[in-house]
């Protein structure tokens, strides 16, 4: 439902799931309780822990004073007690469900075509892999939506991603969505909403969707979305929060109709020959600072901002990135850590071990992903290597619960950004794919996923 905008007025626009956790939601659940109001629908709530959620185990609440800060600590009782106050059911701890907001929705099946979904978090954009209109809100927006079910939005603009080819052995595709944000910088995309299309957007299976559409934010956008197709209604059937029997027939009967019209007009087009994509890495601090793999470093041409950033991530311009010695490893954020992923980086690292010196944190998205990598043996995989395995979380994506990168150290990670400070005090970050970065691992230094194949 929609009450439509006017010159004077945005638009409301209903929302039809609310994904919440406990970074963004305690000032907006404060607000509900000094204004003596209650959450309109507790049902259209999906709740969870993963930001401040440490990935060491956790049996019981007294156990976070052990392995978490204080600070995060605090944020996951007070998300307790919300829950508790206001009726809503919480993934906490003791729940086989819990995981990173962003991965626990699509593999429950609360993530559908057509639904408008909103969470405290940039990174929903996420869930427009699935034909959604899905995207981020802010602390003052959650209590909004919280008590009214409803939010206030202007018309976005449109933009149109095409995407041509096929991904070749080695390329993944988070290469694929860091190669748009070189092309169009980190605000091409503001004030617009893009559609993934063309020949490779129907090949790409659900979680390579869920990838690119996860860091549309980095290119500036609102969201980011595939139109549904038979891909993403087999991904549904079988998830417990889909629709069943001939309330599923008639859900694929309105989800087939949620695609573009064939002439339509965007504001905005770009290309993407996917044929012609090696591996990607960034080399500075913001994701739009991107290369191939195999290239050198480009030089900064009397850019002040470029030359600081490469001086901040002590990295040469005309130089090769390839053999860049590192320090770390992340695999894992909302980016890339579900069991695809996994697979992706535990073929690499099978029989082999990680590099003297290098730290290798492996993090998956959900307690579900962990549950099943440790059915396929996996796990075993990543620590026979030499890599750390953990329970679910955000983890070092934002540098959290003793899961950060040391001052000065290099990472290469999976995650969606490589801002200066983000994984830790003076962390420096290299954003690259699950196979980038179990290469990586092995090699000590930043290497080509394509020669360990």
């Not at 959620?53 to 609440?61: C, G, H, K, Q, R």
């Not at 004073?65 to 007690?81: L, N, S, T, W, Y």
């Not at 130089?319 to 860049?324: D, L, N, R």
Request: proline share 4%; net charge negative.
């Amino acid at each position: 439902m929609v009450i439509q905008e006017t010159k004077e007025t945005p638009a409301i626009l209903y929302i039809d799931l609310h994904l919440i956790h406990e970074v963004t939601t305690p000032q907006a659940f404060q607000s509900l309780r000094d204004k003596g109001l209650s959450v309109r629908d507790p049902k259209k709530v999906l709740a969870t822990m993963d930001h401040s959620t440490p990935t060491l185990p956790v049996n019981s609440i007294a156990d976070l004073d052990i392995v978490a800060e204080k600070g995060p600590a605090d944020q996951i009782r007070d998300m307790i007690k919300n829950c508790e106050d206001f009726g809503i059911e919480l993934h906490g701890f003791g729940s086989d469900k819990r995981g990173i907001v962003h991965v626990i929705g699509p593999e429950l099946g609360a993530t559908q075509p057509g639904k408008t979904i909103v969470c405290g978090d940039s990174h929903t954009s996420t869930h427009g892999a699935f034909g959604a209109l899905a995207f981020g809100i802010g602390t003052t927006e959650v209590g909004h939506v919280l008590a009214s079910q409803c939010l206030l939005q202007r018309k976005p603009k449109t933009f149109a991603v095409n995407m041509s080819g096929a991904l070749k052995s080695g390329v993944s595709a988070k290469d694929i969505i860091l190669k748009i944000i070189q092309e169009v910088g980190v605000d091409g995309g503001v004030g617009h909403i893009i559609e993934y299309r063309g020949q490779t957007a129907g090949l790409l299976s659900l979680e390579e969707r869920m990838t690119i559409c996860n860091m549309s934010i980095e290119a500036g956008a609102r969201a980011g979305m595939f139109a549904p197709d038979d891909k993403t209604f087999d991904y549904l059937i079988d998830k417990p929060m889909s629709p069943k029997g001939l309330d599923w027939d008639e859900a694929i009967q309105r989800w087939s109709r949620l695609v573009t019209d064939e002439n339509a007009e965007f504001d905005k087009e770009v290309t993407i020959d996917v044929d012609r994509l090696s591996p990607m890495v960034t080399y500075g601090t913001n994701p739009g600072m991107a290369m191939q793999i195999d290239d050198v470093v480009p030089a900064s041409n009397g850019d002040l901002g470029h030359k600081q950033s490469l001086n901040y991530m002590q990295i040469e311009a005309d130089k090769p990135i390839i053999g860049k010695e590192i320090d770390v490893v992340f695999i894992g954020s909302c980016t890339n850590s579900r069991i695809s992923d996994l697979h992706d980086a535990a073929e690499i690292l099978k029989g082999r071990k990680v590099s003297n010196g290098v730290r290798a944190l492996v993090v998956p998205g959900s307690q579900a992903v962990k549950k099943e990598a440790e059915s396929l043996g996996l796990d075993k995989i990543f620590e026979s290597a030499g890599a750390e395995w953990r329970e679910s979380g955000c983890s070092m994506c934002l540098g959290m619960n003793g899961d950060t990168v040391g001052n000065g150290q290099l990472a290469v990670s999976t995650s969606n950004r490589n801002f200066e400070g983000r994984q830790g005090k003076g962390a420096r970050t290299i954003l690259a794919s699950p196979k980038t970065a179990a290469a990586s691992a092995i090699a000590g230094s930043v290497d080509d996923p394509r020669k360990y194949s």
